[in-house]
């Protein structure tokens, strides 16, 4: 009997997490507490929820001891957890994504670990699994749109005709959350990027590839999400998670 390929995690765990200073001078943001657990045990236990137990964690050398010691290969979280560096600092989300290459097989999920949200994803990933879609965005309609990856959509038909990056105006309220599928040919268009007025490999100009090849497509999270980049976000984070008992 043939069965169902399960799909792999990514979970990018780098960056300097500068908004979140000075906490952030000396341990890394997604290893900082969020109701009960560091930040990064919730991405894990979502990606458990839905059967995803293969994951990867992407870090910066500096922390790579630190993740390693408190989550170990990921026992007691019930997941089989590897690691990867992303060498270059500053060099962006997609840039940090390249280090999924030879983790990953055809079609995957990649979550920014300071993404925290209740939505069970196994709708998504089914869907994305069994359709013909090359990626795929999750949305979320935010007050402070210009905050985030800004999705223009074409609602009729159902596609998104472009992403802009923290715009000053933003033309929508629907952020693009830190949660993406992609398949394998993502590599092949992360080399093919280039580095953003900032000097990063920005995940937005990535999404706008796919979207120039008509291989993105979206769907709307319907319940809590936060991005806890911030100190206010990271309180809100708190706030959440202490109310809630997971
Ligand atoms: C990143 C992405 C942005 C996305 C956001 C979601 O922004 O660049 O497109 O909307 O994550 O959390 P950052 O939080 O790194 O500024």
């Known amino acids: 009997m043939e069965r169902d390929v399960i799909m792999k995690g990514v979970i990018l765990a780098a960056g300097k997490g500068t908004r979140l200073d000075p906490f952030t001078r000396i341990l890394n943001k997604h290893l900082l507490p969020v109701g009960p657990y560091p930040m990064i045990y919730w991405p894990i236990k979502r990606l458990k929820h839905a059967g995803i137990t293969d994951i990867l964690i992407i870090t910066n050398q500096q922390h790579l001891s630190t ?26 989300i997609a840039d940090a994504l390249k280090y999924a290459k030879y983790f990953v097989d055809d079609k995957f999920i990649v979550l920014l670990g300071d993404n925290l949200f209740d939505d069970d994803l196994s709708p998504f990933i089914k869907d994305f699994q069994n359709e013909k879609q090359e990626a795929k965005v999750l949305l979320k309609e935010v007050l402070d749109p210009e905050r985030y990856g800004v999705a223009l959509l074409d609602e009729i038909n159902h596609s998104i005709i472009s992403i802009l990056e ?26 093919s990027l280039k580095p953003s007025i900032r000097g990063e490999k920005e995940i937005t100009d990535l999404n706008n590839l796919y979207i120039n090849r008509k291989g993105l497509k979206y769907d709307f999270l319907r319940s809590w999400w936060l991005d806890a980049g911030t100190h206010e976000a990271l309180f809100q984070a708190n706030k959440h998670f202490f109310e809630r008992e997971d």
């Open 67 to 92: 993740f390693k010691g408190l989550l170990g290969k990921g026992e007691e979280l019930g997941v089989n957890l590897s690691y990867n560096i992303q060498y270059e600092t500053g060099g962006g």
């Open 166 to 191: 923290k715009p000053k105006n933003p033309e929508s309220s629907y952020c693009v959350t830190g949660i993406y599928f992609y398949d394998k040919k993502v590599f092949d268009l992360i080399d």
